[in-house]
T-cell receptor, first 110, second 116 residues
């Protein structure tokens, strides 16, 4: 919704690095979140970006360019358990709900 | 540990039944909670914003008389699916966040609703 775009599916192999891109409508932007969701479970929080630049958290990093309306989630040293859906979510005003993209299903193979 | 508790986790019931789902914030007071719905292989779609002490705000296309939301306290919001039909079968998830804009929304574990 609201022009949040991310690829539908991606595949990668164990140990590799994968980058999941997300673009969004910039007007009124107030923060971008990445969540991981395994099938049948609720989403779990991965990262938050509101300023330009890279946020690193262990094997996961997230980047934001506000002027370009662009973010990516970088997953390093992929493991089989990283197979999941990755959701890009944007907040357009403080205190309002997150609006989610359609999610990227990542399949990690051995 | 979980900061948002959602109950029940799974409901199977007959068509025409009304189903109530509870969402509780455990460690903080949530003046605002959010209700999402997720159909298979789709993303989370915002249904409504639940505001403590006032009426909920519904997204376009969501029937407020069908999906009743009550947020009577700072730690509890309920969603009642009235006269549920098979097309209402879905995964319903609530969330809440601390007021600061950089706090992530914490999600409940979700409720899998199956209407026969």
């Amino acid at each position: 919704g609201q022009n949040i775009d991310q690829p539908t599916e991606m595949t990668a192999t164990e140990g590799a690095i994968v980058q999941i891109n997300c673009t969004y409508q910039t007007s009124g932007f107030n923060g971008l979140f990445w969540y991981q969701q395994h099938a049948g479970e609720a989403p779990t929080f991965l990262s938050y970006n509101v300023l330009d630049g890279l946020e690193e958290k262990g094997r996961f990093s997230s980047f934001l360019s506000r002027s370009k309306g662009y973010s990516y989630l970088l997953l390093k040293e992929l493991q089989m358990k990283d197979s999941a859906s990755y959701l890009c979510a944007v907040k357009w005003q403080a205190g309002t709900a997150l609006i989610f993209g359609k999610g990227t299903t990542l399949s990690v193979s051995s | 540990g979980a900061v948002v508790s959602q109950h029940p986790s799974r409901v199977i019931c007959k068509s025409g039944t009304s189903v109530k789902i509870e969402c509780r914030s455990l460690d903080f007071q949530a003046t605002t909670m959010f209700w999402y719905r997720q159909f298979p292989k789709q993303s989370l779609m915002l249904m409504a914003t639940s505001n403590e002490g006032s009426k909920a705000t519904y997204e376009q296309g969501v029937e407020k008389d069908k999906f009743l939301i009550n947020h009577a306290s700072l730690t509890l919001s309920t969603l009642t699916v009235t006269s549920a039909h098979p097309e209402d079968s879905s995964f319903y998830i609530c969330s809440a966040a601390l007021p600061s804009s950089n706090q992530p929304q914490h999600f409940g574990d979700g409720t899998r609703l199956s209407i026969l």
